[in-house]
């Protein structure tokens, strides 16, 4: 792993700090043959994020929905340490690495709606640095607090730059009320140096609750008072695409709604991951795909031929 | 204390049931002399909440606001007993008894606009079984689970019959997003009875969290299945009315938006406390008022004339 420079330094100070983003939130220049309309184009470069309604068909969501089901129940030959609970109960919150356990999720990663938007945006080959399976369930969904995927992905993973787009196929309808992700929009264009260190196999907690790489109050709060707060919802079967830095979070769920979406993270393979910055040993590969373990996408087909 | 018949038996047998409700949700019959309009009524006898936008004047509201501030604060004056925090913090919760401790709020509960609407869905003398300021803080407000008041207040308490109502007064913006009260329209017309016992001192843990009283799933997913959930949200002043047997709830709020709001339940005076029916020692003063202690309001007059 190469030693690269640290230009978004986290979790090293005692307070927080605003940092300047230097990289483009969209690499490449729109043009007509680009996967994705102008406009879509402006508000992601905008907002942070974007959401695009009915991408998947009825058909296709049955398909994703019994899959998930599927995982959800951790059938024997899912590699157990990629089963998340929620942290007071048994209840299954996510599934990592659906893209490599799932021939389902394997061919929606690689779909074309998904894959040809994410390297117009990255200008680049892309690869999946993470995907997972997320159950919200009805009635005791826990809440997630304010983070940026890239202060993590960056400081625990050694993802070097931003460039990096998640998308999330909701497989279940998303309303105000049942924990979907809020947004907080422009919030991708600062990086929120947070403070402190890294605690060592961090994740374990990390991903039932996250306790560190949590950004200041006061600095959420001085960028919702100026952007306020977004909540794209939808059917099943819409895709949620945001930047890897874009600040999100969701409240609890007590409604009887469980909430469950299919997740991926296309890095550029120009942004492959180094050493963490932290200097701690990486999270494991699940969580954060490194070297040639993962698939590279640089000509993607189409979900719906096959499913 | 009278041994009062018990009509709504909850926290006995070990399954739960639904007993249907013998008492009216609306006591009087609507004429043009009521307070309240007559769809009003009807939606309130209907849903079992109804919202009243811009109640209060933005005078009155800054009032309400500056005195809430002063309790939140927990002035040396307030009984201490009365002061409720957050589960994980010391933040404040609630403080209860403000129609006692504020001479402010003693005026709010007094307020036309409020006990006039109670005598006339109670058709009686009302009184304030309990009150409180409650307060959700921005960033780490706790959720609250699914419940009826009414069957807190009778197993608990030992209010004998559903005669009773809540009134909320709002101090900030309720949005979707800052885990405001959520209904379950119609819900107040069955009684759902609770499985268990209620084990001794309940009260100050249930007052921060939930534990028993709570319904059953399934019974609550079958409600909601036929009638949804509704939320009513509005601008501070605005007042939300619901049934003492309304099921809600509300997901936890991780916005930097804060909601507080001012809470009246007004029992009818024809209805006062007999001893629990858990056959417990009834619980303190401030959360359930007994006897001669509370204010009777038979003739009520306009906080605005005073503020």
């Not at 109050?217 to 819409?238: C, W």
Request: proline share 6%; charged share 25%; with cysteine.
């Amino acid at each position: 792993m190469s030693l690269a420079e640290d230009l978004y330094p986290s979790r090293i100070k005692n307070t927080p700090e605003v940092l300047p983003r230097v990289d483009e939130v969209v690499h490449s220049r729109w043009n007509a043959a680009a996967p994705i309309s102008k406009a879509q184009t402006e508000a992601f470069e905008r907002d942070g994020f974007l959401l695009i309604k009915d991408v998947f068909s009825g058909h296709e969501v049955a398909t994703l929905q019994q899959e998930a089901r599927r995982l959800q129940s951790a059938p024997p030959e899912i590699d157990f340490d990629t089963v998340i609970t929620e942290p007071k109960s048994s209840a299954v919150r996510s599934v990592f690495k659906i893209h490599e356990q799932s021939a389902v999720f394997e061919r929606i990663a690689a779909d074309a709606r998904l894959a040809d938007i994410a390297r117009f945006f990255l200008d680049d080959d892309v690869y999946i640095h993470q995907s997972r399976l997320n159950y919200k369930p009805g009635f005791r969904g826990e809440d997630f607090y304010w983070h940026s995927d890239f202060e993590t992905w960056h400081v625990e993973d050694g993802m070097p730059r931003m460039r990096a787009v998640s998308m999330s196929v909701l497989l279940s309808e998303n309303t105000t009320l049942n924990g979907p992700t809020m947004f907080v929009p422009g919030s991708h264009r600062e990086f929120i140096a947070c403070v402190g260190e890294t605690p060592d196999e961090h994740y374990k907690q990390s991903l039932k609750k996250q306790e560190f790489g949590v950004p200041d109050e006061k600095i959420v709060d001085g960028l919702v008072a100026e952007q306020g707060i977004a909540t794209p919802t939808g059917p099943a079967g819409s895709v949620v695409i945001f930047d890897c830095n874009t600040l999100h979070g969701s409240n609890s769920n007590i409604t009887p709604y469980s909430r469950s979406n299919a997740f991926f993270v296309f890095n550029a393979v120009s942004n492959r991951l180094t050493a963490p910055f932290n200097g701690l040993a990486p999270r494991p590969d699940f969580v954060a795909a490194r070297g040639g373990a993962s698939k590279q996408y640089s000509v993607s087909d189409n979900f719906s031929n096959v499913a």
